[in-house]
C-alpha cells in the first residue's frame, strides 16, 4: 500500500526538546489519521537536529465511502433544536427519519483522497504543535521552535501539494550543513519520493537519521579511540542522549588536557567538562582517577581527524578548568565555613519557611533527635547537619549547582573535619534518584533522613503538597528518599511518632511564630504519614507486591516501615497459597456472618466455651485457637511473620469444616452465641496479622 514520507525541516532543534517532538509528531500524526478513519499498517518517527520526520505505511489512496447515522432531537421538540439539528446534518426535514419517536438523519459521504487529508493534517500538526519553546520570525506570523525551512511532504511517491505560510510542500531534503558530495560547501539539496531514498540520500549526505543509530555511533567511536590509547570511557547516558542531539554526523575525537588540572576533584573535572563543552572524560585502566584526556563529539569527519577540532577544544578546556581551580583554591581558605553559614543568613529557602540559615537549625536539631535511633553520635549527627548547606554559598557550587554536598564534603576534608562528618555532609542529599546509591554509615543516615523530613513537614505544613503530576518541591522524591534509607538500614524508626513528630518540634523550636503554627498538628501528623504510606504502595508495586496488602498492614496502626515491609512480604507470599486463598475466603465467609449479626445488635461478651454437645467441626476449631492463639503471639512478639502465617495456615481446614459443616445462627441461643464467639475468634486471631476485610480476593 501506498507510503507517507514527511519532513520538517528547520533551523538547529535544541536537543533537549527532540525526543519529545517525536513524540508528539506520532501521537499527532495517529490522531489525526484516525479521524479521518485511517488505520496504518506502520508509523514511525525520527528527531535530529534539524528535521522532524514522520514515515506511514499501508495508506489508502482514498477514504472510504462512509454512512453516519446522527440522531437528532426528539419529535415535536421545540423548532429552534429541529432547526439547529438540520443546519448541522445540512439537511431538510423531509429528508430525515423518524425512529422510536426521535428526528433521525442517515448521511452518505464520499471518501476524501489521502493526499488531501494529509495536507491539512501536516498544516494542522505543524501551526498546532506543542513546542515548550517557540518563535516567529520574518514577517511570517507561524510559530515553530526555530525557523521551519522547507517541508518534504510526498504520498505514493507523488508530492502532496500544500503551502504553509509561504512554505510549499515538495521532493526536496538538505544534506549537512558543512559536508557535502564533491566540491563546495555543505547544505547540498536532493530529491526522494519514498522513505528508502530518504534514509540513503541522507546518509550519503552525511546525515544519520536515527537518534539510537547516532548514539549508536558515539559510543562505538568513543570506546575505538580508548582502546587505542589504551583509556576507558567514562559512560554518562544522560550526556549521550544529549550530544546524539547536537550532531547530524557524530565524529568523537580525542583530545589532550593539562594534567596539572588531575589534582582537582574528578567531580569537578567531569562537570566542567559535561556541563559547558559537552565532553566525555576518560580514565586509565592502570591507576585511579581520571586521565588527562577528553573525548569531544564533532559534527564534522575533519580531514586532519580532528587535530584542530581537539586543539581548539583543549585550549577552552584549559579556561573553564583554570576556573575551576581558582573556586578549589579560594573556597579552600580558612575561616569558610563559618562565613558560608554566615552567608546562609540571607538566602531565602521558603517565603514561609524562612531563610537557609533557619532551614540548617532545624535539621541540625532533627539530625540530633534521630542520630539514636540509628545508632549514630548525635553530637556528631548535629554538626555535620549545621555544616551540610554551607558549601551552598561556595564560588564550586554557584557555578556548578549540581555539585552541592559532594563539594562540601571535599571542603570539610579539606578543613580536618572528622571523616565521619565529612562523609555525612557530601552524602545528605542522597538518593536523588531511584538509581542513586543509599547512605549506609549511621552519620550519614541521620543526616539524610532529617534533611529530608525537614522539607516534607515544612512543605506540607503551609500546604503546599504534590497535586496530580505537579510537585515543583520534588516531596514524593524526598518521600521515597527517607523510605529507601530506612528500609536499606533497616532502621527502626516509627515514622508518626518519632520522625514527623520530631521535625513538627524542630520547625516550632527554630521557626517561632511562623504562619503554618496555625494548623491542625494531628493532622498535619497524620496527612504526611499517609503520604508517606502511598509512597510505600508506589515502590512496593515496582517490586510486585499489591498495594491492598499495604492497607491490610498499616490499618493495624503501624508505623514501622521495617516492619510494615516484612508483615506485607510475609502476607504476600501466604496469599498465594492455597491455604492462605482459602483462608481468605473463610475469613470473609465468617465476617460476613458477624457483620450481620453485629447489625442486629449481638456482641461477643465472655469467653467462647465448648459445649457438651458441640459437633466435631466446633470441637475441631475450638482446639485448633487453643493451640494457634499462643504460637501465633509469640511468633508476632518475635516479628517473625513468616512463622506466623504458617500459624494462620493451621486454622484453613477447621475453619472449612466449621463452615461448612455448623449452622451458625442456631435456633438454641447458647449455641448461637458460642458459634459467633468462636466466628470472631478467628476474626481477632487473624486481624493480629492484618486487617483481611481490606484484601480483595
Not at 479521524?35 to 528527531?47: C, D, I, N, R, S
Request: with cysteine; net charge negative.
Amino acid at each position: 500500500m501506498p507510503q507517507l514520507l514527511l519532513e520538517l525541516f528547520s533551523e538547529e532543534i535544541p536537543a533537549r526538546m527532540q525526543a519529545q517532538a517525536a513524540r508528539d509528531l506520532e501521537r499527532m500524526a495517529r490522531e489525526h489519521l484516525a479521524a479521518a478513519g485511517f488505520l496504518p499498517e506502520a508509523l514511525k518517527t525520527f528527531a535530529g537536529p534539524r528535521r522532524l520526520t514522520l514515515v506511514v505505511e499501508g495508506l489508502p489512496i482514498a477514504q472510504a465511502d462512509r454512512k453516519e447515522e446522527l440522531k437528532g432531537p426528539r419529535v415535536g421538540a421545540p423548532p429552534q433544536a429541529l432547526e439547529g439539528f438540520l443546519r448541522k446534518a445540512g439537511l431538510t426535514q423531509d429528508q430525515l427519519v423518524e425512529r422510536d419517536g426521535v428526528w433521525m438523519a442517515f448521511l452518505e459521504k464520499t471518501g476524501r483522497p489521502t493526499p488531501a487529508i494529509v495536507a491539512e493534517m501536516v498544516e494542522a500538526i505543524v501551526r498546532g504543535f506543542p513546542w515548550p519553546k517557540s518563535m516567529t520570525w520574518g514577517t511570517s506570523k507561524l510559530r515553530w521552535v526555530r525557523p521551519l525551512k522547507r517541508i518534504l511532504c510526498v504520498f505514493d511517491r507523488e508530492i502532496v501539494p500544500f503551502a504553509i505560510e509561504g512554505i510549499e510542500a515538495g521532493d526536496v531534503a538538505e544534506g549537512h550543513r558543512f559536508m557535502r558530495v564533491g566540491y563546495g560547501w555543505g547544505g547540498q539539496p536532493f530529491k526522494v519520493r519514498d522513505f528508502d531514498e530518504y534514509q540513503k540520500g541522507l546518509t550519503d549526505h552525511f546525515v544519520v537519521l536515527d537518534v539510537e543509530e547516532r548514539k549508536q555511533r558515539i559510543l562505538e567511536g568513543c570506546k575505538t579511540l580508548c582502546f587505542a590509547r589504551n583509556l576507558e570511557l567514562v559512560e554518562d547516558q544522560g550526556l549521550l542522549e544529549e550530544v546524539a542531539g547536537l550532531a547530524e554526523w557524530p565524529t568523537p575525537v580525542l583530545g589532550d588536557m593539562d594534567p596539572a588540572f588531575l589534582d582537582l576533584p574528578g567531580e569537578v573535572i567531569r562537570t566542567s567538562m559535561r556541563t559547558h563543552q559537552k565532553y566525555f572524560a576518560v580514565r586509565d585502566p592502570a591507576r585511579e582517577g581520571l586521565a588527562p584526556h577528553f573525548i569531544t563529539i564533532a559534527n564534522i569527519a575533519a580531514a586532519d581527524g580532528g587535530q584542530v577540532i581537539a586543539q581548539g577544544n583543549a585550549k577552552v578546556l584549559s579556561a573553564r578548568l583554570s576556573d575551576a581551580r581558582f573556586f578549589w583554591d579560594e573556597d579552600n581558605k580558612a575561616g569558610n565555613f563559618e562565613a558560608w553559614l554566615e552567608k546562609l543568613n540571607g538566602v531565602t529557602f521558603h517565603a514561609k519557611l524562612g531563610t537557609m540559615a533557619e532551614r540548617v537549625q532545624r535539621v541540625a536539631a532533627l539530625a540530633r533527635e534521630i542520630a539514636p535511633l540509628v545508632g549514630a553520635d548525635p553530637d556528631k549527627a548535629e554538626q555535620a547537619a549545621r555544616l551540610a548547606k554551607a558549601d551552598l554559598a561556595s564560588l564550586m557550587v554557584g557555578e556548578f549547582p549540581e555539585l552541592q554536598g559532594l563539594m562540601g564534603g571535599y571542603y570539610a576534608r579539606a578543613a580536618g573535619l572528622d571523616a565521619e562528618i565529612a562523609d555525612a555532609i557530601r552524602d545528605h542529599y542522597k538518593p536523588q534518584g531511584p538509581a542513586d546509591a543509599v547512605p549506609t554509615a549511621p552519620l550519614s543516615v541521620a543526616v539524610a533522613l532529617a534533611d529530608k523530613l525537614d522539607t516534607l513537614v515544612g512543605f506540607f505544613a503551609i500546604d503546599e503538597k504534590p497535586t496530580g503530576s505537579k510537585d515543583p518541591y520534588a516531596l514524593r522524591r524526598a518521600a521515597l528518599g527517607v523510605i529507601r534509607t530506612i528500609l536499606s538500614n533497616v532502621a527502626r524508626i516509627p515514622l508518626r511518632d518519632a520522625a514527623i513528630s520530631a521535625a513538627l518540634w524542630a520547625h516550632e523550636k527554630v521557626a517561632g511564630s511562623t504562619p503554618w503554627r496555625a494548623v491542625d498538628k494531628l493532622s498535619l501528623i497524620d496527612e504526611t504519614l499517609a503520604f508517606f504510606i502511598d509512597r510505600l504502595k508506589v515502590t512496593l508495586k515496582d517490586q510486585g507486591k499489591r498495594h491492598d496488602l499495604v492497607d491490610a498492614v498499616f490499618a493495624l496502626g503501624d508505623d514501622d516501615l521495617v516492619r510494615i515491609v516484612a508483615r506485607v512480604e510475609a502476607l504476600d507470599g501466604f496469599l498465594t497459597t492455597d491455604d492462605g486463598k482459602n483462608l481468605l475466603a473463610g475469613y470473609k465467609r465468617a465476617s460476613n456472618i458477624l457483620k450481620a449479626e453485629e447489625k442486629k445488635g449481638w456482641k461477643a461478651e465472655g469467653a467462647r466455651e465448648l459445649l457438651a454437645d458441640a459437633s466435631a467441626p466446633e470441637v475441631q476449631l475450638h482446639d485448633a485457637l487453643r493451640l494457634v492463639e499462643p504460637a501465633l503471639a509469640a511468633a508476632l512478639a518475635q516479628e517473625d511473620f513468616t512463622a506466623a502465617m504458617r500459624e494462620l495456615a493451621g486454622l484453613r481446614g477447621p475453619v472449612d469444616a466449621f463452615l461448612d459443616g455448623v449452622f451458625v445462627n442456631s435456633e438454641v441461643p447458647a449455641e448461637r452465641d458460642n458459634r459467633l464467639k468462636t466466628l470472631a475468634a478467628v476474626r481477632d486471631a487473624m486481624g493480629h496479622v492484618a486487617d483481611f476485610s481490606l484484601i480483595g480476593g
